[in-house]
């Protein structure tokens, strides 16, 4: 046996070997994707290890205790150091009992508390005759379980157990409310050396490190866990994982865009000596959050809010300020992204009254500092529909980021600003998760809140902003809309007709600005590629004009980019009555579909082809194409295939060959990126046959 000092505790050799039963526990368990060596178990479930004498003396089960501790300073008044009497209850309801013995062979049970600190333990045996002998059993690793109802991550459905923390693979969405965009992720919760980097990660948060015995303490809490978790994934305040980045350059980095799971972005990290890791953005934060609180036991899944309101000053509300063209003013830091991610986890919140237990709101992007550090949640889902934005965490964040009003005002050149229009439903579209157990999309905005501009809705938005209620704003005279497709391919011409409508029975004289921005998907203003102005444009009263016009695609297609929109602004401006009205239009460039084929039947350990099939929808040429191939199970790594160019509009066919090294259900991800055109994805879903006898 191994032979340590720990403190003023000798650890013995002894005269008989352990078994651990690894392969068994963790089957039990639902570790046994993590490893079949070690012994990782859940808490508030039993796990058996064998005893066996190498002579015919044995030690006498009624003279020893076995020992489970973690942490540095493990204290029995901490609950970091459990002593157990054999055949009963220990503190805190951990449960040790001889199954069975034959005199040089004994069987015993042990039953860790539902409510016990999360880690790395050691196991040992020691005598109860106040000596110092402590014989090391072995380590094991405690994590959370959501199979225990007395766990406080109990979930009771065993389908979305499956899939909130058995499933290694999912679907984020991106793009906008009005085109909905999904892409794979390889969260690999499971994969080689993740739950020790997940440990890792847990010990390098800056609680632990100044004070490692109180943070061992709390390890307990999926409340305290998650909010670490979620300080830890950025790198803004301590040693965590990943820096974002929302613009170009992202030299000496990977594109946020790039990364198609986790995994890589843990081991780098871990690797790197726990430097962080470069770049990240709100979906790549989101995902490896959830990768790690899957892993530690908690369930989880990843979840977009379309149309996401980024509420800087706590108001509640969203200020946009623009000038006489339409062009952003940079208002006092609001701001609304196309969508944003963040993650719910499943948990009790035993720090709250009753009732909000259940989905918690986690986002690991840093936006707005949470007690100082840059972290947010858990906040109950059940809390932000019911516009309770006193309890804790930082709810009124994701109140804002879900339900908040944007007010538009418009900096007028003679010094006045102008309210131009309230916007009640614009914000928190489309709250999007992964279907449980399915590959399509699920709607659950009906669970952040009451349906948009009903009676309910509006009274918990007023009782919850108490200090900035709207005045209603008069019946405009004169208004402006503009209309394009919602979406068009990349590389198509942008076709747009603006109406003014007067509503008045006089006649208007209007000069017309028009501007359309490459916007990034987080609300700023990128790049301005068209600016139009039409002067004394006459509107009859009571009448409709139309300005029609074009915007080639020659124009954008050296700044479009990932998750990019373009946004159209018209303002109309009266020159008798200085009256002005707005219109804006957000559309999406589409990027075309990887189609991928396979070519023949997916059987474990049996080479397999696909073709890989993509058509360059621009009228240039792509130099620099690189196609990244990825699949758990069914590639190693990951495969690169580089071409040197796809003329303009040319369909190009690769075939893959991959062997299937796991059966089940299987995702192969295909990454397209090029000079001009980047991050164009897909993917195939696949069920791999075992062996055909």
């Known amino acids: 046996m191994e032979r340590a000092a720990r403190g003023s505790v000798r650890v013995l050799e002894m005269n008989f070997t352990v078994d651990l039963q690894c392969e068994k526990n963790n089957h039990e368990h639902k570790t046994i994707e993590i490893s079949t060596e070690r012994l990782i178990v859940r808490r508030g479930q039993p796990f058996h290890l064998i ?58 049970q042990i039953c860790p508390s539902p409510n016990a600190k999360i880690g790395k333990y050691k196991l040992s045996l020691q005598r109860m005759m106040g000596n110092d002998e402590n014989y090391l059993l072995g380590e094991f690793i405690l994590l959370f379980n959501p199979w225990c109802k007395e766990d406080t991550v109990f979930l009771d459905n065993e389908q979305q157990r499956q899939e909130y923390v058995m499933n290694e693979e999912g679907i984020i969405y991106t793009g906008s409310s009005h085109c909905i965009q999904s892409r794979a992720w390889y969260f690999g919760q499971f994969a080689d050396n993740i739950l020790d980097v997940c440990l890792k990660l847990m010990d390098n948060n800056n609680k632990c490190l100044s004070c490692p015995e109180k943070d061992y303490v709390r390890r307990n809490d999926p409340t305290y866990i998650s909010r670490m978790v979620s300080a830890m994934v950025n790198s803004c305040d301590d040693k965590g994982i990943l820096e974002g980045r929302w613009s170009a350059p992202y030299c000496g980095g990977t594109c946020p865009w790039n990364w198609n799971g986790s995994v890589a972005i843990l081991t780098e990290w871990n690797d790197r000596g726990c430097k962080k890791v470069q770049f990240g953005q709100c979906w790549v934060f989101a995902a490896v959050a959830c990768t790690v609180l899957r892993c530690l036991g908690i369930p989880t899944r990843v979840v977009t809010n379309f149309n996401s309101a980024h509420d800087s000053n706590g108001n509640l509300t969203i200020d946009k300020v623009c000038d006489e063209y339409g062009r952003d003013l940079g208002g006092p830091g609001d701001s609304i992204w196309n969508f944003h991610v963040w993650i719910e986890s499943w948990m009790a919140r035993n720090d709250l009254v009753a009732g909000y237990d259940g989905w918690q709101v986690l986002d690991p992007t840093p936006q707005e500092k949470s007690e100082g550090i840059y972290c947010c949640g858990p906040a109950p889902v059940k809390a932000v529909k019911e516009g309770f934005v006193d309890l804790k965490f930082d709810i009124p964040f994701v109140f804002a980021e879900v339900n908040a009003d944007q007010v538009t005002w418009i900096q007028c050149r003679d010094g006045r600003k102008e309210k131009m229009h309230v916007e009640t439903q614009h914000v928190g579209q489309n709250i999007s998760t992964k279907r449980c157990g399915r590959p399509d999309r699920e709607d659950i905005t009906d669970n952040y809140k009451y349906r948009e501009g009903s009676f309910q809705e509006r009274a918990i938005v007023s009782e919850a902003d108490l200090r900035n209620r709207h005045t209603p704003l008069q019946p405009r005279k ?12 990349n590389g198509s011409d942008i076709n747009v007709c603006i109406t003014i409508s007067n509503n008045s029975s006089t006649t208007m004289f209007c000069n017309l600005n028009f501007i359309a921005q490459i916007m990034n998907y987080n609300g700023r203003s990128l790049h301005q590629i068209a600016e139009k102005h039409f002067d004394k444009i006459v509107v009859q009263g009571n009448r409709d004009e139309k300005v029609v016009l074009q915007i080639p695609c020659s124009d954008y297609a050296d700044y479009i980019e990932n998750h990019h929109l373009i ?34 039947t997916p059987i474990l ?46 369909t190009l066919r690769l075939q893959l060959e991959f062997t299937p090294t796991k059966p089940g259900p299987r995702k192969l991800m295909v990454d397209f990126d090029s000079a001009k055109l980047k991050d164009v994805k897909g993917f195939k879903n696949m069920t791999v046959q075992g062996y055909l006898m």
């Open 51 to 108: 005893l066996q004498s190498y002579s015919d003396q044995f030690i006498d089960n009624g003279t020893v205790v076995i020992c489970a501790e973690t942490g540095p300073k493990p204290s029995t008044a901490f609950g970091t150091k459990i002593l157990l009497e054999l055949n009963s209850y220990g503190v805190n309801l951990w449960k040790a009992v001889v199954v069975s013995s034959t005199g040089t062979r004994m069987t015993l």
């Open 478 to 489: 004169l208004l402006v809309n503009v209309k394009a497709e919602e979406s068009i391919p």
């Open 567 to 600: 946004k159209l602004t018209a303002l109309a401006n009266d020159s008798v009555t200085h009256t002005s009205a707005l219109g804006t239009k957000d559309l999406s460039v589409i990027n075309p579909d990887i189609d991928i084929q396979l070519l023949g």
């Open 605 to 650: 350990n049996r080479p397999m082809k696909a073709e890989i099939i993509l058509t360059n929808p621009l009228r240039i040429s792509l130099y620099q194409c690189v196609f990244t191939v990825e699949g758990l199970g069914l590639i190693h790594g990951m495969h690169q295939t580089r071409v040197h160019e796809i003329g303009p509009k040319q």
